[in-house]
């Protein structure tokens, strides 16, 4: 067994490997390729990729003895790398100059799946950083890189120990901080949202933290046609990114003020 690279990420499949190539191949540490790799065209041309920007290939085997959970969906290729997606609290106000300052908060989220299922929507709609809560939230991982099917490569990723401490901080940077709630007072596509914006979801067993609850300026919600009163976190979070989004081409069709 390869031994990992240090503070090393290892993700894996196709899509999340060739986004690091595309977008990062300085911070491939480590490129893992079954035997049998590169026989298909899309394989070939992560290949080529890999070759053009100078990444040595290391095959192996078997991609779990490396580290790859069992199960997972490797597709035959693997990557160790360097967490190029982490920021500092500090250095947000940099991510949105020029822009319309869009952040996701995250207050506990612990699904891996739901994480990057946020993090593809969060890319794919103009937010600029996602924050995560510090305790009882899930890290990076390989499974979370996977389930964003490579968008992780596309943002950055903010841990904070304190996270009401922290949305208190981005008000004084000038952001409205939004908490999305079943129960919320406001219906989501009511609500005026072209303004610098924190969104924060909840976990998905418990919602938002009162705290966190009481730090938001305001608690909208997404009403429901059917008898479910509730939705899946990663669900909601792509809904009320998509009503960001909408409200900005509304006012200004011809460009994305987000961006």
């Known amino acids: ?36 790799f590169g026989k298909k065209e899309i394989q070939a041309s992560l290949l080529r990729l890999a070759e053009s920007h100078g990444v040595d290939l ?4 078997g991609l779990t003895d490396q580290g790859v959970p069992p199960g997972a969906v490797h597709q035959g ?30 207050d506990q989220v612990t699904d891996p799946q739901n994480l990057g299922a946020i993090i593809r929507s969060s890319v794919a709609l103009g937010s600029q950083a996602i924050l995560l809560s510090g305790r009882k939230t899930v890290h990076i991982t390989g499974t979370v890189a996977k389930a964003s099917s490579g968008a992780l490569f596309h943002t950055k990723i903010c841990q904070v120990v304190n996270l009401v401490r922290a949305l208190r901080q981005i008000k004084e ?9 079943p129960d919320g007072n406001s219906v989501l596509w009511e ?19 009162r705290l966190v609850r009481k ?25 009320a990114l998509y009503e960001v989004a909408r409200q900005s081409l509304w006012l200004s069709p011809d460009i994305i003020l987000r961006q």
């Open 1 to 36: 067994m390869i031994s990992s690279p240090k503070n090393g990420v290892l993700i894996w499949g196709i899509h999340p490997v060739m986004e690091l190539l595309k977008t990062r191949p300085d911070a491939c540490q480590r490129l893992l390729v079954c035997p049998s």
């Open 173 to 181: 940077m000038g952001l409205w901080v939004v908490g999305l709630t």
């Open 215 to 239: 730090t938001c300026d305001l608690l909208v919600k997404i009403p429901h046609l059917g008898p479910i009163d509730s939705m899946n976190v990663a669900s909601a979070a792509s809904i």
């Open 191 to 209: 609500s005026d949202l072209l303004i610098p914006l924190a969104l924060v979801v909840g976990s998905e067993g418990l919602g938002l933290r």
């Open 58 to 61: 290391n095959p192996t085997r």
């Open 77 to 106: 290729v693997a990557a160790w790398v360097r967490p190029v997606w982490s920021t500092d609290f500090s250095h947000l106000p940099q991510l949105w100059r020029g822009k319309v300052p869009l952040i996701v908060v995250c």
